[in-house]
């Protein structure tokens, strides 16, 4: 089957797979398995092929908004890990990581992508592990506290531009600052993408952020980011703990700051959509669902 492909584009190659999996519908499965060596190329119902097609059609968007994909030898690794671990955020089931799973890996079998069919089966129990024991990122009910309660000033520091700003932890080295234009500036963020956040509307909280931002390259110049950045977690999940807040990683930060930000935005006159097409961009997204994830 996996002849050909090489570099077709992949919603050419969806159309080619398609027919090839339907082949299967009214052979018998077993007898299929027993020729090909127990596994079977193809899809034996319409039911699993509308969600097997569902799924890589979802994959195929994800991959062409997201990193500019469009040709099946582009596609890597870690596409196929952020577009499962995205929907392990978002709190999908067991049940439906495992058909996504699924349908990934009979397509990248089907194309002939033998290293990403077996960097699925290999990790096939750990994406619907995750999927079972996640749990949705949580906001601080009382961020101010939280920061304010850290001993370490680095962490201080990190913990307020994460708060302000709604920056991953790995990009909060990466904090530019445009005075002129008021904005800050994430460059190569998640998925290589620019976050530019404009805080023309709040000049207050973009003075502020200018100066944590000072602060971290004062601690920088003396300690190494990558000993902040590991002693960080630890410190905030003890002092998340002592205040009885439940703790669920760093990322509650920027639930915070999505929360907050579309209650700023709404409050100026903002429709919902238009405050959450504002928010997407400001966290580095291109769905405004995800905007909506955060803020709920």
């Not at 519908?25 to 020729?35: A, F, Q």
């Not at 999940?237 to 669920?248: H, I, L, R």
Request: aromatic letters at 12%.
């Amino acid at each position: 089957m996996a002849k050909g492909f090489n570099k077709m584009n992949i919603n050419r190659s969806l159309e080619v797979v398609g027919k090839f999996w339907k082949m299967g519908i009214g052979m018998s499965k077993k007898e299929v398995m027993e020729r090909f060596g127990g596994r079977t190329p193809y899809v034996h119902s319409y039911s699993t092929f509308n969600r097997y097609m569902g799924v890589v059609k979802e994959f195929a968007n994800y991959v062409r908004e997201n990193y500019g994909v469009n040709r099946i030898d582009k596609i890597k690794v870690e596409h196929i890990d952020t577009f499962l671990n995205d929907k392990i955020a978002k709190g999908y089931s067991e049940k439906t990581l495992k058909v996504n799973a699924s349908a990934l890996e009979k397509y990248c079998q089907s194309i002939g992508r033998e290293d990403l069919y077996k960097h699925l089966k290999e990790n096939y129990h750990h994406y619907y592990g995750r999927a079972r024991a996640y749990v949705k990122t949580q906001p601080f009910s009382n961020p101010e506290k939280i920061i304010t309660s850290l001993k370490d000033p680095a962490h201080r520091t990190i913990a307020e531009l994460q708060y302000r700003t709604g920056a991953r932890l790995g990009d909060v080295k990466k904090i530019q600052i445009n005075e002129e234009k008021k904005q800050v500036i994430i460059e190569k963020s998640k998925g290589g993408r620019d976050r530019v956040i404009d805080y023309s509307d709040r000049p207050e909280k973009f003075e502020r952020v200018k100066e944590l931002r000072a602060d971290l390259d004062k601690y920088l110049a003396e300690r190494s980011w990558k000993e902040i950045r590991e002693t960080y977690p630890e410190e905030l999940k003890k002092v998340a703990s002592m205040q009885s807040e439940f703790y669920t990683g760093t990322h509650s930060f920027r639930v915070n700051y999505a929360q907050e930000r579309f209650k700023e935005l709404t409050s100026q006159g903002l429709s919902p959509l238009q405050a959450d097409k504002i928010l997407t961009q400001e966290l580095g997204h291109n769905r405004i669902e995800m905007s909506q994830y955060y803020r709920k």
